[in-house]
């Protein structure tokens, strides 16, 4: 049986975790988790992050309605980080875009790829 505790957490008990859309395979977001929110998010199919700023477990979509539903969960060969396999309902990012990572550095400058869904 898997056990959250096995994981390597940093310092602050925490490991980073990558969300990608189980269908598309592109990269939405990353944030942080503790042994209770993979806990949760096991028990609950619905991926629970720790907020670092508010020093809580966050539901993702709890009052966005953009929640992420859990496929898998994968460990990474040095068991320090995650790789959260999700079915994305609405953007994924806070700014109102699809992923997180909506801005590329092309001949040295930053440019805007995603713009925000309407």
């Given at each position: 049986?898997?056990?959250?505790?096995?994981?390597?957490?940093?310092?602050?008990?925490?490991?980073?975790?990558?969300?990608?859309?189980?269908?598309?395979?592109?990269?939405?977001?990353?944030?942080?988790?503790?042994?209770?929110?993979?806990?949760?998010?096991?028990?609950?199919?619905?991926?629970?992050?720790?907020?670092?700023?508010?020093q809580a477990f966050w539901?993702?979509?709890?009052?966005?309605?953009?929640?992420?539903?859990?496929?898998?969960?994968?460990?990474?060969?040095?068991?320090?980080?995650?790789?959260?396999?999700?079915?994305?309902?609405?953007?994924?990012?806070?700014?109102?875009?699809?992923?997180?990572?909506?801005?590329?550095?092309?001949?040295?400058?930053?440019?805007?790829?995603?713009?925000?869904?309407?």
């Amino acid at each position: 049986m898997f056990d959250p505790a096995s994981l390597k957490y940093d310092a602050n008990g925490l490991i980073p975790a990558i969300a990608q859309h189980a269908d598309s395979g592109e990269v939405l977001m990353m944030a942080w988790m503790n042994a209770e929110s993979v806990a949760r998010t096991l028990d609950t199919r619905s991926v629970t992050y720790w907020s670092r700023s508010r020093q809580a477990f966050w539901v993702k979509g709890e009052s966005s309605g953009h929640v992420q539903e859990l496929v898998e969960l994968r460990v990474d060969c040095d068991r320090d980080c995650l790789l959260v396999l999700v079915r994305q309902t609405g953007p994924a990012c806070h700014t109102n875009r699809r992923s997180c990572f909506y801005t590329a550095v092309r001949e040295g400058a930053e440019v805007e790829i995603m713009e925000p869904t309407a």
